[in-house]
C-alpha cells in the first residue's frame, strides 16, 4: 500500500478567510478515516505476503496441494509425511511396523488358537483337557483361573526294611546264590532293593569287587538280579557261609 498517510491533506489555514477550526473537522475526519483503512489494508498485505512462503503468489502456493476446483491433489497427498512413522499414537490408534504387522499374520482367525508342547506331542486344535492325578488335583476358580494342587498319592504309601538277613531260596541246601527277602518272599518295590556283603554295596547294573569275610579270602565280582514281583533275587556268584550278608528293601501298601 502506497504511504498516502506522507501525503499532506489540503486544510484551512488560520489567515484564510474561513473559521479553520470548525471548517478543518470534516477534512481531519477524512483524514484519519484514511489512515485506518491505509492500516487495515498493511496488515492484510503483511498476511498475505506471510502466505506466500517461497512460491511468489498466494495462487502459486495453493495449486501445490489444491486443484482449481478446490478438491486435494492425490499426488500432493502422497508426497506429504504419509508414512506411519510421521504418525503419532492416540488414545485410538497406535502406529505399527512392518515387523509387528508380520506378527499378526501367525495369528489365526478371532486370535482364539493355541498350541501346547506335552511330553513331545504338540496339541493346537480342538478341546484340551486338565486331568486330575493320584498326586496332582485340578481346581478351577471362577472365572479364569486353574489351580495344581499337590496331594498323596496312595501308591506311595510303603514300608521300609533295612539290614535284614535275607532268607536262602533252599533252606536244607542253600547254594548261596538264590535268595528271598524274607521268609513270605514279600514283594518288594521295584529298585528299592539295596544288598550289601561284608560291608560292600553290590548292584543290578554293575559288577563290584567284594572281599572275603576273611582277611586272605579273595576279592570276587558281584552283582545281583532282583525279581521285585517274587520277593527274590540271585547273585552273580556263590558267596560262603561266612560272608555277612544284610538288605535293605521297601513293601508297598497298595
Known amino acids: ?39 487495515s489494508l498493511d496488515n492484510l498485505i503483511a498476511q498475505m505476503r506471510d502466505a506466500i512462503g517461497t512460491q511468489n503468489t498466494v495462487a502459486n502456493r495453493l495449486n501445490q496441494s489444491i486443484n482449481p476446483n478446490g478438491s486435494l491433489k492425490v499426488d500432493a497427498i502422497d508426497e506429504a509425511l504419509h508414512s506411519i512413522e510421521a504418525h503419532e499414537d492416540t488414545d485410538d490408534y497406535v502406529r505399527m511396523t512392518k515387523a509387528e504387522s508380520d506378527k499378526l499374520e501367525l495369528i489365526a482367525s478371532a486370535a482364539t488358537d493355541i498350541t501346547i508342547l ?53 533252606i536244607t541246601t542253600p547254594d548261596y546264590i538264590n535268595y528271598k527277602v524274607n521268609s513270605i518272599s514279600s514283594p518288594f518295590i521295584s529298585g528299592s532293593l539295596r544288598i550289601f556283603i561284608n560291608g560292600i554295596r553290590i548292584f543290578s547294573d554293575q ?48
Not at 131 to 151: D, M, Y
Open 207 to 254: 559288577e563290584v569287587y567284594v572281599p572275603g569275610a576273611l582277611v586272605d579270602d579273595p576279592w570276587t565280582l558281584l552283582q545281583f538280579t532282583p525279581d521285585a514281583s517274587a520277593g527274590t533275587f540271585s547273585l552273580s556268584s556263590a558267596i560262603s557261609d561266612e560272608d555277612i550278608i544284610r538288605i535293605d528293601f521297601d513293601i508297598s501298601f497298595v
Open 118 to 170: 506335552a511330553d513331545s506331542i504338540e496339541l493346537d486344535s480342538g478341546e484340551i483337557e486338565f486331568e486330575s492325578s493320584t498326586s496332582i488335583l485340578v481346581e478351577v476358580e471362577a472365572p479364569n483361573i486353574v489351580k495344581w494342587n499337590l496331594a498323596f498319592d496312595p501308591s506311595s504309601m510303603h514300608q521300609h526294611f533295612y539290614s535284614l538277613v535275607p532268607v536262602d531260596d533252599n
Open 1 to 39: 500500500m502506497p504511504r498516502i498517510e506522507l501525503i499532506s491533506v489540503p486544510l484551512h489555514n488560520p489567515n484564510d478567510p474561513y473559521h479553520f477550526e470548525f471548517d478543518n473537522l470534516p477534512l481531519k475526519a477524512l483524514k484519519v478515516r484514511q489512515e485506518l483503512i491505509n492500516g
